[in-house]
């Protein structure tokens, strides 16, 4: 069965790294177009970034580009998401998601305070 499981998420200070990941089992995630989402309590879900299956292009937010790299591992059937300058609105809980189907993670608790 279709499991997405995220990791890598924490508490950081401003202007830290933080590298999220999201194990995928149950289907072959290259075959699939995935991305971030992240969620604050209160507010609408957001897409952050996502990522083709064919030729492997990439869509950023505008608020995360320049900032943040999506990327995959076949082998391994993981998707990363590279967070670079984290400042407190980055602040969520972040979502791996499969679109065909609709699939989500559990999500990881991304928390960026000083």
């Known amino acids: 069965q279709v499991q997405l499981v995220e990791s890598g998420g924490g508490l950081v200070q401003p202007g830290a790294s933080l590298r999220l990941s999201c194990t995928a089992s149950?289907?072959?995630?290259?075959?699939?177009?995935v991305g971030w989402f992240r969620q604050v309590p209160g507010k609408e879900r957001e897409r952050v970034s996502c990522?083709?299956?064919?030729?492997?292009?990439?869509y950023y937010a505008d608020f995360v580009k320049g900032r943040f790299t999506i990327s995959r591992d076949n082998a391994k059937n993981m998707v990363y998401l590279q967070m670079n300058g984290l400042q407190p609105e980055d602040t969520a809980v972040y979502y791996c998601?499969?679109?065909?189907?609709?699939?989500w993670g559990q999500g990881t608790q991304v928390t960026v305070s000083s």
């Open positions: 998601h499969r679109f065909r189907g609709d699939y």
């Open positions: 149950g289907f072959t995630l290259e075959n699939f177009a």
């Open positions: 990522i083709s299956s064919s030729d492997g292009s990439t």
